[in-house]
Nanobody
Framework: QLQLVESGGGLVQPGGSLTLSCQAS????????MGWYRQAPGKQRELVAR????????NYADAVKGRFTISRDNAKNLVILQMNSLQLEDTAVYYC????????????WGKGTQVTVSP
């Protein structure tokens, strides 16, 4: 069973940067498409970025395109979300998850990591 732990969140000013990490345990990590999601207060959880199992294919939500970069290291069971030019609207709890081919998430949700963008 794959387990995921998110980290790297914090408080940052607008225009700043943060790097989020998702550490996975389990030997099947490299088989999965992985995604970063976020949930802002009062809003539904949304997919921010995803990366294919080999790390070649990536997709981004329009709101973060050009500012966020997702990457993975299958040897270390790690998925990274580099967030630059952060905006107030990026404030949310960020989660990672594995994604099935039909787009459904494969696992339950972890605790996530809080990102707060504030002047």
């Amino acid at each position: 069973q794959l387990q995921l732990v998110e980290s790297g969140g914090g408080l940052v000013q607008p225009g700043g940067s943060l790097t989020l990490s998702c550490q996975a345990s389990g030997t099947i990590f490299s088989r999965y498409t992985m995604g970063w999601y976020r949930q802002a207060p009062g809003k539904q959880r949304e997919l921010v970025a995803r990366i294919g199992s080999s790390g070649i294919t990536t997709n981004y939500a329009d709101a973060v395109k050009g500012r966020f970069t997702i990457s993975r290291d299958n040897a270390k069971n790690l998925v990274i979300l580099q967030m630059n030019s952060l905006q107030l609207e990026d404030t949310a709890v960020y989660y990672c998850n594995a994604i099935y081919g039909n787009g459904a998430t494969a696992l339950g949700w972890g605790k996530g990591t809080q990102v707060t963008v504030s002047p």
